[in-house]
C-alpha cells in the first residue's frame, strides 16, 4: 500500500494526541519506520501495516494508503475485516 499524504497523516496523529512512539506500538511497528514514512524516505507498506495505522488513527484504509499493485479479492476481503475492528479509546 501506497501512503498518500504524510501531511495528512501528521494530521490524523496530532488530531488523536499521539507520538510516532505510540503510533508505532499500537500498530505493532517499529518507531523508526513510521518516522520514515513520515519523512517520506519511505512511501509504502504491507496491507497489513496500512490497516493497523488507520485503525490505530480511527479512519478508513482509503484516507491515507491507495493500492500500489493489484490485490487478490480474498486479501481485500481481509483487509476490510482488519479495518472493522474497533477503534481504540483516545489517549
Known amino acids: 500500500m501506497r501512503l498518500k499524504s504524510a501531511e495528512t497523516m501528521r494530521a490524523l496523529m496530532r488530531q488523536e494526541?499521539?507520538?510516532i512512539g505510540a503510533l508505532a506500538t499500537d500498530a505493532k511497528c517499529s518507531k523508526g519506520?513510521?518516522?520514515h514514512l513520515l519523512a517520506g524516505?519511505?512511501?509504502s507498506c504491507t496491507a497489513g501495516l496500512a490497516a493497523r495505522i488507520c485503525q490505530v488513527l480511527g479512519v478508513p484504509l482509503t484516507v491515507l494508503f491507495e493500492m500500489a499493485r493489484?490485490?487478490?479479492p480474498d486479501a481485500l476481503t481481509r483487509l476490510r475485516k482488519l479495518n472493522r475492528l474497533p477503534h481504540r479509546e483516545p489517549r
Open 41 to 43: 524516505r519511505r512511501t
Open 70 to 72: 493489484p490485490v487478490d
Open 17 to 19: 494526541n499521539l507520538s
Open 33 to 35: 519506520f513510521i518516522s
